[in-house]
């Protein structure tokens, strides 16, 4: 077997979450009568002592050797300390003399990559999930009223030729990125399906300078804008781009190149230089910029990166004013809006539906790709954790339960971060950015855990499902903690609640002869309520679920006293495919599911109802009732945009002024034992277990001083903004085994060489042999999806594409027949190969370069 291997990028981005985890589609969790049990707060010694700075008291704790102990639940450590440490280049110095033991973020900095590799102290974690681009702001003018070229989609288009992404990725990336085109990440499943259409569009927007200056002259021109001695002015002022530009990475680098390409064709550019906190209110608050150096992260392996036109084209993406204003062509809305609900039947449909919204987004252009990046997330040599393959450790779902010292119980660790409370944390629309998602994963946990190296659903508090579809429909099943059944209609039940009344606040019931084309049932644990508790001592109850089903319907209704329009783009999508929700059972706790919005994959089609909101934090229906109560009075509000338009703070449930508001909300609603969403909560949440809920919460902000609260492995201690500093402890009340997810240590990517002639004869069969193995041995053929390969001539275009024959386990070959040869021209050709794992979700590209010649 061959030994050498030729080096293929894997690069890759979630949905949504945008999830983004989100961009696999909205995973939803939902009610009937409620076991109600009383708890108190858990006994946790405080280790913290604030004073004018800082200061971390960890107890002695013995560090006990083993190699299995089962006994311990929820996290191997017992204290985690994230800082803030914007220097890639510092933070691997810190690890290397052990100040830091793990640096949660990717590093793309050639340099400092380099160094990474010649530490014997630290080994790296690669991930495939993080990618840069240009982000506009596509306001026609900006807050100050100046004037917005990037109003025009025209000019966003044009953006794509005026960048060199292959100048980026070599030169300012040192060859740790590949150029990006498109809103599908190069290491996933769908480009590679489609490799054949996404390279003709890479070829159509290729570097092209003269072509970008020409059609941005033209549309300038026509917005009423005037070159004049080689600068564009309008009526009669320069015309000034304020860039904003990140400083912490690369992105610096990136927007100096863009200034100066911009310049350079008569714009005068204002390069606004800002960390992640200084710039997230002005871009996303679609402030007074105009562009804006994005950086990305999908923080699981994405099945279906179909959601992706919805959630970075529309406002249906996100409720901040830079996404609602946002106004995709109608033909592309629907499309990104069927592709989010997969509203297609066939896997050829929606390849022709993927095809039409990937040329559509180019001329959109809300946003530039750049590059698709190869980050490296080091730690200490002595240290172990599941890390995920799009998102390292950073983004991992699993890395609360799988960090620690190798081989040892207990202890602390010190984690370094590029920023940490970089935006306000609450409940319903808690930060996006990866930085503090990384924290939330900690004190939160979701219904399902997405495995780091497939995506493929795993559950975690549920305890099994079944899935039905409709027959014909192209869905499968890989894993046993489900079944998946066809059937030829599914009907929803009548009394299924399939919307919700905002002034009467209540369900509504479906009604006879409504259809679905997917339903899922989803069981929880016999003892869900005895063994999951929220952090400050509350178990958990069916009313979490409810208020959870509440808030997703109800938030962007215009009927609704928590109205928030930055979230109605978001609901219609979702009702557009949804069906319906039914409680069979509240203890144990069975729900079902309606919709016509299914996954490719049956274990993806899970709804659990489970309260982890926008796929970004958990919330508890008394914490999430304490700032209802704060919208309700003009207070505060949840959202960056309903907090714009009321002028007031966005919730903050750790620290600033929105504290005392929330305080002065727990003592009203304490006094008054009152609900939101009364007339349908009551039915869930009784008294005594309303007293018990805000008892424990206000013991818990007593001793810890904030409100955030989840029934994660990790709890919050205290968050310091100014120190930029974030304390979590173990949850004790944790109740799985700490070596439940042990499982995941290496990830079997492909590792892929091809061989094959140098030089072809016009007209006469090539047969290339393609080698794929994994750690040095052959990789069996039932393991390997497919082996596709794409011919491209001496100008670059698709000549050819289509599958590798299998020979034997590891050994594939590519047969050109004498007849694709003769339609080639003379001179130098490429071969691509795409070879694509039923084992992991990344697939592995390499190339042949051959000539032909008569």
Excluded at 232 to 248: N, Q, S
Excluded at 288 to 310: C, K, M, Q
Excluded at 462 to 487: K, M, S, Y
């Amino acid at each position: 077997m061959r030994k050498s291997t030729k080096w293929a990028f894997l690069a890759g981005v979630i949905l949504a979450s945008l999830i983004l985890s989100a961009c696999q589609g909205q995973q939803v969790e939902v009610p009937v009568t409620v076991v109600v049990r009383e708890t108190q707060p858990p006994q946790i010694q405080t280790q913290v002592v604030v004073e004018t700075q800082v200061v971390v008291e960890t107890q002695v704790v013995e560090v006990v050797p083993t190699e299995a102990p089962v006994t311990r639940t929820g996290a191997w450590l017992d204290t985690v300390v994230i800082v803030e440490e914007p220097s890639a280049d510092a933070a691997v110095t810190r690890l290397d003399v052990g100040d830091l033991d793990l640096y949660a973020f990717a590093i793309a900095q050639a340099p400092v990559v380099q160094r990474m590799k010649e530490l014997d102290t630290i080994v790296t974690d690669r991930s495939s999930g993080s990618y840069d681009d240009l982000t506009f702001n596509t306001s026609a003018a900006l807050p100050s009223g100046a004037f917005n070229p990037f109003s025009n989609p025209k000019i966003r288009e044009a953006m794509n030729w005026l960048v060199d992404r292959q100048y980026i990725a070599e030169e300012i990336y040192g060859g740790l990125a590949v150029p990006r085109y498109v809103t599908f990440n190069r290491a996933s499943a769908d480009f590679a399906a489609l490799a054949d259409v996404i390279r003709v569009i890479e070829n159509k927007y290729a570097y092209n300078m003269e072509l970008a200056q020409e059609t941005i002259t033209t549309e300038m021109e026509g917005m009423g804008a005037a070159l004049e001695g080689g600068v564009w002015t309008f009526e009669g002022a320069p015309v000034e781009l304020i860039f904003l530009i990140r400083t912490e990475d690369n992105r610096r680098g990136i927007g100096d190149y863009v200034s100066n390409q911009l310049e350079a064709i008569g714009f005068t550019v204002i390069r606004d230089y800002k960390t992640a906190a200084e710039a997230g209110p002005i871009w996303l608050g679609a402030g007074e910029f105009h562009i804006y150096t994005g950086g990305w992260v999908t923080t699981a392996v994405p099945r279906d990166l179909g959601g992706n036109f919805s959630a970075f084209y529309t406002p249906a993406g996100r409720p901040d004013p830079l996404w609602q204003n946002y106004t995709p062509t109608e033909e592309f809305n629907q499309l990104a809006d069927d592709l989010a609900n997969n509203n297609f039947k066939t896997l050829d449909e929606r390849r022709e539906m993927m095809s039409q919204a990937l040329d559509l987004s180019l001329q959109d252009s809300s946003r530039v790709w750049l590059v698709d990046r190869a980050g490296e997330s080091p730690r200490r040599a002595e240290t172990s954790v599941a890390a995920d393959l799009y998102a390292a450790v950073y983004g991992s779902s699993l890395w609360p339960y799988t960090l620690r010292r190798t081989g040892q119980v207990g202890g602390s660790m010190r984690v370094g971060m590029p920023s940490i409370l970089t935006q306000p944390w609450n409940p319903l629309d808690a930060s996006n950015w990866v930085y503090d998602s990384f924290v939330f994963r900690g004190t939160g946990e979701l219904g399902l855990n997405p495995d780091p190296y497939t995506g493929l659903a795993l559950p975690n508090r549920i305890e099994r499902a079944e899935v039905v579809v409709q027959e014909g429909l192209p869905v499968g099943v890989t894993l046993d903690w489900l079944t998946l059944e066809f059937a030829p209609e599914i009907q929803v039940p009548a009394d299924a609640w399939i919307d919700w009344d905002p002034v009467a606040q209540e369900f509504v019931a479906a009604g006879e002869g409504v259809t679905a084309l997917s339903k899922s049932t989803v069981y929880y644990p016999d003892d869900l309520y005895e063994t999951v508790k929220w952090h400050d001592g509350s178990a958990f109850s069916v009313g979490d679920i409810v208020m959870y089903m509440i808030a997703t319907l109800d938030r962007g209704k215009e009927e609704s006293v928590y109205y928030d329009a930055s979230k109605t783009a978001a609901l219609n999508q979702f009702l557009a495919a949804f069906k319906g929700v039914k409680i069979v059972s509240t203890d144990p706790l069975v729900i079902e599911t309606y919709t016509d919005a299914y996954q490719l994959d049956a274990e993806n089609n899970v709804a659990t109802w489970w309260p982890y909101y926008l796929g970004r934090s958990q919330g508890a229906w008394h914490t999430v009732a304490l700032g209802l109560g704060a919208e309700l009075a003009g207070e505060a509000a949840f959202s960056t945009a309903k907090a714009a338009e009321l002028e007031v703070d966005q919730l903050n449930y750790i620290a600033g002024p929105t504290l005392d508001i929330l305080q002065a909300q727990l003592e009203a609603q304490t006094a008054s034992g009152e609900l939101p969403y009364a007339p349908t909560l009551s039915q869930f949440i009784p008294p005594d277990e309303i007293a018990a809920r805000w008892a424990n919460l206000a013991e818990w902000k007593r001793t810890r001083g904030h409100f955030w609260v989840g029934t994660g492995a990790f709890y919050l201690e205290r968050a310091f903004p100014v120190e930029g500093t974030v304390i979590l402890q173990r949850n004790p009340n944790y109740p799985d085994s700490a070596d439940r997810w042990a499982r995941f240590s290496a990830p079997a990517i492909a590792e892929v060489e091809v061989e094959g002639p140098a030089r072809v004869t016009i007209g006469d069969e090539a047969v290339v042999d393609v080698w794929v193995t994994f750690q040095g041995e052959p990789y069996a053929q039932a393991d390997i999806s497919e082996v596709k390969y794409l011919v491209f001539d001496a100008e670059n275009n698709l000549a050819q594409t289509g599958l590798a024959e299998a020979v034997e386990d590891g050994h594939w070959q590519v047969k050109l027949s004498g007849e694709t040869t003769g339609k080639l021209a003379a001179g130098s050709n490429r071969l691509e190969i795409v070879t694509v794992s039923k084992r992991v979700a990344l697939p592995t590209f390499s190339e042949l370069l051959f000539v032909t010649a008569p």
